[in-house]
């Protein structure tokens, strides 16, 4: 998807949020997916660095449907972006910036979100087709460097910082007003072997949190 497509899209979406399961495994992928939709979440990670990683975005595939997007995080090379691909993914995330990764990804007409935390990165980034940049970590990209970001990164490209993002909407605010335009959630609502009942917890805390930060 083109930068210019996805940026029409990402603004439409009632919560702009990535849910960044690391750690998932498929006996809980199903339902994951499940709760994640009825608490309004679109977008759905499955880092390559968890149990069985494509297995389970296929069983979340089948469930999301046309309702959202699944894919794949830690995407770190072409041949990782072909498996994802033919395992029905949609998603290609990285936490760093690889222009045949990207490339590869836009071939296949899949979201190019590549990990950046330089402008030299979110150019080279930009160049290869990415669909969105991720700011990551977020912890070392303020909302003051987000802010300097969007003064040169086009309004085109999203921008969605991911690391340390808590369910606050003060947090998010602050980056929303620098020129972010989402985020990506990792261990404030995902971690390896979380019961179900507390990822639907967690996600309506984070539900609640967009809420208040875009009201």
Not at 61 to 84: F, H, I, M
Not at 161 to 189: E, H, K, T
Not at 205 to 210: D, E, F, L
Request: proline residues 8%; aromatic residues 6%; contains cysteine.
């Amino acid at each position: 998807m083109s930068p210019e497509n996805f940026i029409a899209q990402w603004q439409q979406e009632p919560l702009p949020l990535v849910a960044i399961l690391r750690g998932i495994t498929p006996e809980d992928a199903v339902e994951a997916a499940e709760i994640l939709l009825e608490c309004g979440f679109h977008y759905l990670e499955v880092p390559l660095n968890s149990p069985s990683p494509l297995e389970s975005i296929a069983l979340m595939r089948s469930v999301v449907g046309e309702r959202g997007y699944v894919g794949a995080g830690t995407v770190l090379t072409v041949e990782q972006v072909d498996a994802v691909a033919e395992c029905g993914g949609q998603l290609i995330i990285s936490p760093s910036c690889c222009p045949e990764v990207i490339r590869r990804t836009r071939l296949l007409k899949l979201i190019s979100m590549p990990g950046i935390m330089t402008p030299s990165e979110a150019f080279i980034a930009i160049d290869a087709g990415a669909s969105a940049l991720k700011l990551f970590p977020a912890e070392h990209v303020s909302p003051i460097v987000t802010k300097a970001f969007r003064a040169v990164v086009p309004r085109s490209v999203a921008m969605l910082p991911v690391g340390g993002i808590q369910p606050d909407a003060a947090q998010m605010r602050s980056y929303i007003q620098a020129g972010a335009n989402g985020f990506g959630l990792g261990g404030g609502l995902y971690q390896a072997g979380l019961s179900m009942p507390t990822l639907r917890e967690r996600a309506q805390a984070y539900q609640h949190a967009w809420r208040q930060c875009a009201g």
